[in-house]
C-alpha cells in the first residue's frame, strides 16, 4: 500500500521539483582580474553575463530576468552566444528580450554561439535579419569582430566553425593559429574574449585572451556533488570546464550555466544562473553566490 502512494507522490515531487530548477535564478557574484594597465588599480568594472537563454521565459517578457539585471546596475552585459534555438523556433523571445535590454542604456556585447551558427547556416537571409535588428537596437553583435571597449578593453567575439561543436563525435583540434585567423593577433592591452565553447580554453589562452567568458555546457545538464556536471552538449561525460571559473597560466576563464535548455530539457542540481562579474585591476579575486 506504501508503494502504491509512494510512486505518485516521488513523481509529483520530482515535477515539482524540476519546474523549480527550471523557474528559479540564481544570481551569482564573481571577481576577476585584468592586466594593470589603462584603469587604476582600484577602479572596478561591473558586467552581467546572459548566455544561453534559447528562447525561455522568466516571466512575462523575460521581466524578472529584466528586474533582476537591472537591479545589478551593470556598466557592461556581455552575451556568449545561443539567445535563440536555431531558425526552428521562433526568436521573437530573444528579440524582446533584448530591445528591453537595450533600454538601460548599458553598452551590450553579443557574441555567436552553435544556435546562432546553425540559424545562419539553415536560413541565411532570416538570420541577417535577426542581426540587422540587434544591430539597430546598438547592440554589438560581435562574429570574429572586436571593439575596443571605453574602459580600455578590447572586447571580441569568437565564430566557432560548426565542426567543433558535432555531437558524440571526438573533439577537433584547435590552435592558437586557428584562433588567429579567427580574430587576428591579439593585442598588448586587455582581452576580454567572448566565447561560447569553453573546451578550448588553453587554446583561447596561447592566442593572448586575459579573460574569457564562455556559456555553451548549461552546467554540465545535471550537477552531482564532488562530480561537478555530468555530461556536455557534445556527449562528453564529466566535462572538464562544466561552470564557474578557472584559471591557466595568465588566463581566466568564467563559464555561465545558462538560462535556459533546449533537446533535454532538465536541469538538476542545477539551478539557471544570471552571473554578475566584478572586473577589477591587479587585486585579490574573491567570490560568493547571492540567492534570491
Not at 130 to 143: H, N, P, T, V
Not at 165 to 188: C, H, Q
Not at 216 to 229: E, S, T, Y
Not at 245 to 257: D, P
Request: with cysteine; proline share 5%; aromatic share 10%.
Amino acid at each position: 500500500m506504501g508503494l502504491f502512494f509512494g510512486i505518485p507522490i516521488f513523481f509529483l515531487l520530482s515535477c515539482g521539483y524540476f519546474a523549480f530548477e527550471h523557474t528559479n535564478l540564481e544570481v551569482t557574484r564573481t571577481v576577476m582580474r585584468l592586466p594593470c594597465t589603462d584603469m587604476s588599480a582600484k577602479k572596478t568594472l561591473r558586467a552581467i553575463v546572459v548566455s544561453d537563454l534559447h528562447n525561455n521565459r522568466y516571466g512575462k517578457q523575460n521581466e524578472r530576468l529584466l528586474l533582476e539585471i537591472k537591479k545589478r546596475k551593470p556598466q557592461l552585459i556581455l552575451i556568449p552566444g545561443d539567445m535563440v534555438v536555431n531558425e526552428k523556433k521562433s526568436n521573437q523571445i530573444a528579440l524582446a528580450f533584448l530591445e528591453k535590454l537595450s533600454e538601460f542604456g548599458v553598452p551590450i556585447y553579443y557574441s555567436m554561439g552553435n544556435h546562432e551558427s546553425k540559424f545562419q547556416k539553415q536560413a541565411p537571409q532570416a538570420f541577417a535579419a535577426y542581426r540587422e535588428k540587434i544591430r539597430a537596437l546598438g547592440i554589438r553583435f560581435l562574429d570574429n569582430e572586436c571593439v575596443l571597449e571605453e574602459h580600455g578593453i578590447h572586447i571580441r567575439g569568437l565564430t566557432l566553425p560548426l565542426t567543433y561543436y558535432k555531437k558524440f563525435a571526438k573533439t577537433p583540434k584547435l590552435t592558437r593559429k586557428d584562433v588567429e585567423n579567427l580574430l587576428g593577433a591579439a593585442s598588448d592591452g586587455s582581452e576580454l574574449l567572448l566565447a561560447h565553447n569553453p573546451v578550448f580554453f588553453e587554446t583561447y589562452a596561447a592566442w593572448g585572451a586575459n579573460v574569457v567568458i564562455s556559456g555553451h555546457l548549461h552546467g554540465g545538464i545535471a550537477r552531482l556533488p564532488f562530480l561537478g556536471g555530468l555530461i556536455s552538449p557534445q556527449g562528453k561525460l564529466f566535462p572538464r570546464y562544466d561552470a564557474g571559473k578557472y584559471s591557466f597560466k595568465n588566463a581566466q576563464l568564467y563559464v555561465s550555466r545558462g538560462l535556459g535548455t533546449h533537446t533535454i530539457p532538465v536541469r538538476l542540481f542545477n539551478r539557471p544562473e544570471l552571473a554578475e562579474i566584478v572586473f577589477t585591476r591587479c587585486g585579490k579575486t574573491r567570490e560568493r553566490v547571492l540567492k534570491r
